[in-house]
């Protein structure tokens, strides 16, 4: 079962534009809330998280969304740019079985930013 | 600081063959990871560890091995190689402790890409 559910599976915007990537998620005890960002042949990179004590939080042009009533967390890119092109996943973690913490990820969302 | 280490970066290995997949890390992390990312199918873990010592199954474990051999190192074994466990595989690192509620960043290797025919 997906745990974490992600759309859009891909995304074209103009540059200049703003993408927004959606997620939402099952487990009220996830209080754990990252995106990663992944370039071709590499490996994902943390972009930004948030916790669910607060409703946003931004760093530079990236901002997290985050509405705990509805179980949901998006990710805003503002002037979006050509080098912004990536694979964007978000994921969820809380405290799980024998106090282990793991990751939950979504299935990603190929963005494009065209010139 | 070089992070988290993969070796090899390519393989190809003909069905029934038998290989490990290195990672180490330097970030003196408690937690490792080996992950398999496969189109539209996300990120799926294959087995973690917690912590020295300690190893657990993920989603997807059929048909693989680990051994976390001390605190940097944590390798994953292909004992017979199946032409679905084509993919590209990723280790990761993160601080993260059992039972404490703070989560950290997880940092991921460059990927071993395996192709099994």
């Known amino acids: 079962q997906q745990q974490v559910k992600q759309s859009p599976q891909s995304l074209i915007v103009q540059k200049g534009g703003i993408s927004i990537i959606n997620c939402a998620y099952e487990?009220?005890?996830?209080?754990?809330f990252p995106w990663y960002q992944q370039f071709p042949g590499k490996g994902p990179a943390l972009l930004i998280a948030i916790r669910p004590d607060v409703s946003e939080k931004k760093e530079g042009r990236f901002t997290i969304s985050f509405n705990k009533s509805a179980k949901q967390f998006s990710l805003h890119i503002m002037d979006s740019q050509p080098g912004d092109s990536a694979t964007y996943f978000c994921a969820a973690s809380g405290v799980g079985a024998g106090n282990n913490r793991k990751l939950i990820w979504g299935l990603g969302t190929s963005l494009a930013v065209n010139p | 600081n070089a992070g988290v280490t993969q070796t090899p970066k390519f393989q190809v290995l003909k069905t029934g063959q038998s290989m490990t997949l290195q990672c180490a890390q330097d970030?003196?992390?408690?937690?490792m990871y080996w992950y398999r990312q496969d189109p539209g199918m996300g990120l799926r873990l294959i087995y973690y560890s917690a912590s020295e010592g300690t190893t657990d199954k993920g989603e997807v474990p059929n048909g693989y091995n680990v051994s976390r051999l001390n605190k940097r190192e944590f390798s994953l074994r292909l004992e017979s190689a199946a032409p679905s466990q084509t993919s590209v595989y990723f280790c990761?690192?993160?601080?993260?402790?059992?039972?404490?509620?703070?989560?950290?960043?997880?940092?991921f290797g460059q990927g071993t890409r395996l192709t099994v025919v």
């Open positions: 487990n009220t005890a996830f209080d754990y």
């Open positions: 970030m003196n992390h408690n937690s």
């Open positions: 990761a690192s993160s601080e993260a402790r059992q039972g404490v509620r703070r989560n950290t960043e997880a940092f």
